[in-house]
C-alpha cells in the first residue's frame, strides 16, 4: 500500500475511535473493539511524520502547516473531549512536537546533553497534548529507524517503539477499569501498516495533502454537535 492508502485507512480508524466516544458506553465490546481499531491512527501518523520530514521541499512550512492546524483544532478538540473551553491540544499538537524533535535531533549541532535537555523540553510541552509523550517519542523512535543502515541498527528502535507502547498500554490500563483499557493494546498492530508500506506516495493531487488537515477538526466540530 501507498502512503496515500494507509493514511485514509487510518483516518478511517481515527473516526471509528471517536464515533464509539459519542455514541457508545466506555465498557461496551463494540467501543474497546472500536478504541482499539483507533489506536492504529497516532503510532502511524507518527512514521508518516518523520517519512514526511524527509521528503518535503520545506521543514519551516512543514512546521506552519501543522502549527496553523494545531491552532485551528484547538477549540474543536476541546469542546469534543470536555464540552468546555480547555488547554488540551489535539494530536496534531503532539505530532508537531514529534516533527520538531525529528528536525532538532536532526539539524541542530550541539552536544549530548543539550540535545537531552531539548527532547526533555519537547516531552514536557507534549503534557498539554493528546497522547502526552508518546507520540513525540514514537517519532523519535521511527527517525532512528529511518536514520539506520543495517538490520541490527534498526533493531534498537524497534525495541523502543516496543517499550514506549508498553508504558502507553500501562498508562491507559491503570487509568481505567481492567475491563476496558486493553483497547490500548491497539498500538502494537499498528506495526502491521508499516510493514505493507511499499515507500511510494500515491497520487499527489494537492487534495491528498491537505485532505486530514481539514477533515481533523471539521469531523470534530460536527460529532460535537452531534453529540
Known sequence: MNRNQIKYLVIIAMILDHIATVFLSDTSILAIIMHFVGRLTAPTMAYF?????????????????????????????????TGTLTLRFSVLYTLLLGLLAVWFLDTV?????????????????????DWLMFVPLWCIAFYGYHKAHSK????????????????YCKVIIESETWHYGWWS?????????????????????????????????????ILYLIK
Open 152 to 167: 541490527k541498527e534498526k533493531m534498537i528502535p524497534c525495541m523502543a517503539y516496543i517499550i514506549i507502547s508498553i508504558l
Open 109 to 129: 549541532n550541539c552536544s549530548v546533553f543539550l540535545k537531552i535537555v531539548g527532547i526533555f523540553v519537547i516531552l514536557t510541552l507534549s503534557a498539554f497534548g
Open 49 to 81: 511524520i518523520v517519512e514526511s520530514y524527509y521528503h518535503t521541499k520545506s521543514v519551516r512550512k512543514y512546521v506552519a502547516r501543522l502549527a496553523v492546524f494545531t491552532a485551528v483544532s484547538w477549540l474543536p478538540f476541546s469542546y469534543f473531549e
Open 185 to 221: 493494546l491497539g498500538v502494537f498492530a499498528a506495526p502491521l501498516f508499516l510493514i505493507a508500506y511499499n515507500g511510494k506516495s500515491g497520487s499527489k493531487n494537492a487534495f491528498h495533502k491537505w485532505f486530514f488537515y481539514v477533515f481533523y477538526p471539521v469531523h470534530l466540530v
